[in-house]
Structure formats: C-alpha cells, structure tokens
C-alpha cells in the first residue's frame, strides 16, 4: 500500500525566507503527484501537479520537483509571504486506479510577518 | 463559477440516526470521489465513482454507502453513524488530473 510522508509537519518562518516542503513515497510507480493548499475551515486548492514523466513544475513563486525514482518530491516557495500560512498537502495517484489520491499529513506553514 | 459544494457545513447527530451529505458539481466531472480527513491521520478516500451507477470502495468505506444517479450528484450516506465517524468529510471531482475539492463538512456524531 502506498504511504506518504511529508517532513516537516510544521513550519515557522519570518517573512521573506525561502523554503522547502518535503514528500516522500514508498511504491515509486506513480500515475502523478500534486501539491494542495488548505486553508483553515475551507478545503483544498491544487496548487502544482508533476506527471511520473516530468521532474519539475513551476507556478508563480512555487515550484514542484519529482524524483520518482528515489520517491520523493520538494515543493520550494520563494520569498514567502504571511498569505502562504496554510496546510501544505502532497498526494500521489497510481496508474492502477487513476483519480484515487494518496495523501500525507501535511505541513501546516506559518509565515510571520 | 466552477465549484464543488457540500451540504450541510456543519452537523451534529446522535448516533444511530441516518443522515446524508450531499455532494454536486456544475462541471459535469465523471470522477467524483469522497474523503474524510482526521488529525494524525490525513486524508483517507471513503469512496469514489467514475462515473453515474459506477461506484467502488476506497480505503475506508465501513459504514458508509453513496449512490450516483447523475453525473453532478454523489452523496454520502451513513445508515447508522457512530462517534467514530465523527470527522470533516470532502467530496472532490475531478477533470483529466486535476481535483476539485468542497469546502468540507465537519460531523460531530454523539
């Protein structure tokens, strides 16, 4: 069963830092993976989406790497901002049940100002 | 506007009593999926369609049933629920590789 783990679980940061969220997999054949934001009281927005072909995607001052082989995935913000305070969530898909999403536990960020 | 919506937001139930949460979507998405998150746990898929009378289990289905009569509507039903399904529910559809999630329903079963 795939498993996903995400270090750390929670982040202080002042304003302006850059930083690094990270994902780790345990079964490497994935269909894709995506990173989620969730705000407090409201569900989730993706973010960034990496197919298994693919080794990064970019979005604004977000951007996503996949190294498939070793399992794991970095999603790097620059210059932060107090608005990126939220849950991070990275979640695999498998090819075998395509739209069924793994998730880890999330990083909760907060970016003081 | 594109979006997913979920009623009710918020409920508090005894146990034993049916309820349904209802789940749609103006995207005219095939894949509608439901979810509960709870803490320590993350998210856990309950189950999901791929499309109207096609309906599988996901990883945690015990105690839940949902239907798909039409491509928009995919609710969730507990016959008999229980304090350990106290927890915030998400439906989430879905188009090519992209999900789209509502805002959540948070369930308090006593």
């Known amino acids: 069963k795939q498993e996903v783990t995400q270090i750390p679980a929670a982040l202080s940061v002042p304003e302006g830092e850059n930083l690094v969220l990270n994902c780790s997999f345990t079964?490497?054949?994935?269909?894709?993976l995506q990173w989620f934001r969730q705000d407090p009281g409201k569900g989730l927005t993706s973010l960034l989406l990496i197919q298994s072909s693919q080794r990064e995607q970019t979005s604004g001052r977000l951007n996503a790497s996949l190294d498939k082989s070793s399992g794991r995935s970095t999603l790097y913000i620059a210059a932060s901002q107090p608005g990126d305070s939220a849950t991070y969530l990275c979640a695999v898909s498998r090819g075998s049940t395509l739209g069924r999403l793994y998730f880890g536990r999330g990083t909760q960020l907060t970016v003081w100002p | 506007e594109a979006q997913v919506t979920q009623n009710p937001r918020y409920l508090i139930t005894v146990t034993g009593k049916k309820l349904t949460v209802t789940c749609s979507q103006n995207?005219?998405?095939?894949?509608m999926s439901w979810y509960r998150q709870d803490p320590g746990l993350g998210l856990r898929q309950i189950y999901y369609?791929?499309?109207?009378?096609?309906?599988d289990k996901g990883d945690v289905p015990e105690g839940y049933k949902v239907s798909r009569k039409e491509k928009r509507n995919f609710p969730l039903i507990l016959e008999s629920p229980s304090p350990n399904q106290t927890s915030l529910y998400f439906c989430?559809?879905?188009?090519?590789?992209?999900?789209?999630f509502g805002p959540g329903t948070r369930l308090l079963v006593l």
């Open positions: 989430a559809s879905r188009r090519q590789e992209t999900q789209y």
């Open positions: 995207m005219n998405h095939e894949y």
């Open positions: 079964d490497s054949a994935i269909y894709n």
């Open positions: 369609s791929m499309n109207v009378e096609v309906t």
